[in-house]
């Protein structure tokens, strides 16, 4: 079984500034796919970056990049320049065996 | 585009009650989920699926069942309702293991 871990329960960050939302992962599968979501106050989850386990290069999606750390089994989300619409919860996801497992989440609040 | 469609999006059921919790997708992906979310909390995997006939138990399946008659339709039937059964409860489905997973808006579920 794979397990995701999110030790930020929350963080605050100023308005324009970046932010790291931490995670680990752990499966013993050697391919599997890491995921970022997006949960706002009304309760929709939405996509943000996918990496996959043999990818050989950190994914970015425009503001959002994923730092990949293999051998450390960390998939850090990185938000630049930060926007009051970013606050959020924000989970990360492991596919791994068929299933789509996802960690308890960080609570992100920008401040202006 | 209608996506994954869950229904209802609100229920109350009283204690020992049973109710069907119905999700559709229209985009002919072979993977579908349920999770459910208690408050403040991440989401757990119930059951999923990687085709039609193919079901399979997840990290929280007490409680819960499931069919996947068709490669569209993936119910999950709720048998003697517990109050520790009120959650928000999410549908999903993917293509594959390493794309997104689009979700359905979510039932809020309540047993009293």
């Known amino acids: 079984a794979q397990k995701i871990t999110q030790t930020q329960p929350g963080m605050f960050v100023q308005e324009k500034e970046a932010v790291t939302l931490d995670c680990t992962y752990d499966?013993?599968?050697?391919?599997?796919?890491l995921f970022w979501y997006k949960q706002p106050s009304s309760g929709e989850m939405i996509f943000l970056i996918y990496?996959?386990?043999?990818?050989?290069q950190n994914a970015t999606e425009g503001r959002y990049s994923l730092n990949f750390q293999k051998a450390r089994k960390s998939a850090n989300l990185v938000i630049s320049a930060s926007q009051l619409g970013d606050s959020a919860m924000y989970f990360c996801?492991?596919?791994?065996?068929?299933?789509?497992?996802f960690g308890g989440g960080t609570r992100l609040m920008v401040k202006p | 585009n209608a996506g994954v469609t869950q229904t209802p999006k609100f229920r109350i059921l009283k204690i020992g009650q049973s109710m069907t919790l119905q999700c559709a997708q229209d985009m002919n992906h072979n993977y579908m989920y349920w999770y459910r979310q208690d408050p403040g909390m991440g989401l757990k995997l119930i059951y999923y699926s990687v085709g039609a006939g193919i079901t399979d138990k997840g990290e929280v399946p007490n409680g819960y069942n499931v069919s996947r008659s068709t490669t569209e339709d993936f119910p999950l039937r709720l048998e003697l309702a517990a109050p520790s059964q009120t959650s928000v409860y999410f549908c999903?489905?993917?293509?594959?293991?390493?794309?997104?997973?689009?979700f359905g808006q979510g039932t809020r579920l309540t047993v009293v």
């Open positions: 990496q996959g386990s043999y990818d050989q």
């Open positions: 999903a489905s993917s293509w594959t293991l390493n794309t997104e997973a689009f």
């Open positions: 996801a492991i596919n791994a065996g068929n299933m789509l497992t």
């Open positions: 499966t013993s599968d050697p391919s599997y796919g």
